[in-house]
């Protein structure tokens, strides 16, 4: 029997989109979830699966993004092991309060929902106007923390390195019972300042494919200097493939949606799932623990996000064929970038005897056309080949020398 997708857009973690996906939840609904950045020329209209199921789109496979299919007992399944986690380290579930800081549409952003409803505890979304505005925040947060209350919440590492960067946000962070990070390996710099901030960090693993975490660090250890992204959680069994790739079994992970409302098991016949991040397994303290090394494509982590290179390109590609803009050839790179970790750079390459009017007048349309994409994938800089870069000497460019 076919069921009805619907489509919810989200800014980020407003309580309007909040609702309706609640709201979509509690009427058995299938809902999609997605970023009001993304643009996307498929219909998804029906599916083959009962509801109540949560789609989003995941960077955790290789190649290019997938969309993800959770059932609610994925999504339950993860709350209860991350819970069972916690009650180990002397956490009192009930007593939790969730701040959350990420999107709607990222698998960490939507989870909280689901931990307060197995933890029985409160959770709040913080949005992102608030969290730059540290004061206002740390203010907000001593005002509401009740006595006895663990304080728990996500960040990607971009969100870290700002907070970090004025005294109320590092006193904001210091309330914490634990803060989990993910996104990406964080420099050691950030490790050091947390360390001696005494920030109870939790460095974490996991996927949209595998509903959130699937490894973590304890605070403790991580403030005693440990370096990896922490032990391996209750429901899950880890290995590192003979190509040193993560894999991951697991009664908790998704099913791809393929065009025309098609489905694919994310797992092989085994059942394991392969990710795209290279990985090895280290034994302390008598358990299993995790080390990231890095992914094996040429995808790369930006403010928490993946961005695939191919996509890019494909995507200027075909807008340069349909508004017929000279240019021959171009190549999509990251740049290292302090606050986000990377930053994408397009090169691009005019066609001979293109003119110098003609140069100007495409890099304006370019310009236009990605100020709207999704902000981890707008570009830090567009590099002119070097035979048309004495034409143009605007500082909104950059040229190679």
């Keep these: 029997m076919k069921n009805k997708i619907h489509i919810i857009e989200v800014e980020n973690n407003e309580k309007e989109s909040l609702k309706k996906i609640l ?3 509690n009427d058995k609904k299938i809902t999609y979830i997605k970023n009001k950045s993304y643009k996307t020329a498929e219909i998804l209209e029906t599916i083959d699966i009962v509801g109540p199921a949560i789609i989003l789109n995941s960077s955790g ?11 609610l007992e994925n999504l339950n399944s993860s709350a209860k092991a991350s819970g069972i986690w916690l009650e180990k380290q002397g956490f009192k579930l009930q007593n939790c309060l969730i701040f959350n800081t990420l999107p709607l549409n990222h698998i960490s952003g939507l989870m909280p929902i689901f931990r307060s409803k197995i933890w029985s505890c409160e959770h709040i979304n913080i949005s992102p106007k608030l969290i730059k505005k540290t004061r206002e925040l740390l203010v907000f947060t001593n005002e509401i923390k009740k006595e006895n209350q663990h304080l728990i919440t996500s960040l990607v590492p971009t969100q870290l390195k700002r907070l970090l960067s004025e005294k109320d946000g590092i006193n904001w962070l210091k309330i914490f019972d634990l803060i989990w990070i993910g996104g990406e390996s964080i420099s050691s710099e950030t490790s050091h300042k947390c360390r001696l901030e005494k920030i109870n960090l939790a460095p974490c693993y996991g996927s949209t494919e595998t509903a959130a975490m699937v490894t973590s660090l304890k605070p403790k250890e991580f403030l005693e200097g440990i370096d990896n992204v922490g032990e391996i959680l209750c429901d899950i ?6 190509k040193g790739l993560i894999q991951i079994k697991s009664e908790r992970i998704g099913i791809e949606l393929l065009e025309a409302s098609k489905t ?9 799932w392969e ?29 928490g996000e993946i961005v695939f290179p191919e996509v890019i390109k494909l995507r200027l590609s075909k ?13 999509i790179s990251n740049i290292p970038n302090k606050e986000w970790g990377n930053k994408i750079e397009i090169n691009i390459y005019f066609k001979k005897q293109t003119s110098k009017t003609d140069i100007e007048y495409s890099l304006k349309i370019l310009k236009n056309f990605s100020k709207n994409w999704p902000k981890h994938e707008r570009p830090e800089a567009w590099i002119i080949g070097k035979n048309q870069s004495n034409y143009i000497k605007k500082s909104n460019f950059i040229f190679e020398k």
């Design 275 to 303: 990710s795209s991040d290279l990985g090895e397994i280290q034994e302390l303290n008598d358990s299993s623990y995790l080390k990231f090394i890095r992914r094996i494509d040429n995808a790369f982590n930006s403010g």
């Design 61 to 71: 496979s290789s190649g290019k993004p997938k969309k993800c299919i959770h059932s």
């Design 319 to 331: 807008f340069i064929s349909n508004e017929k803009i000279p240019i021959e050839n171009l190549k």
């Design 23 to 25: 709201k979509n939840i």
């Design 237 to 242: 069994n880890l290995r590192i493939s003979k």
């Design 264 to 272: 694919k098991n994310f797992k092989d016949k085994n059942g394991w």
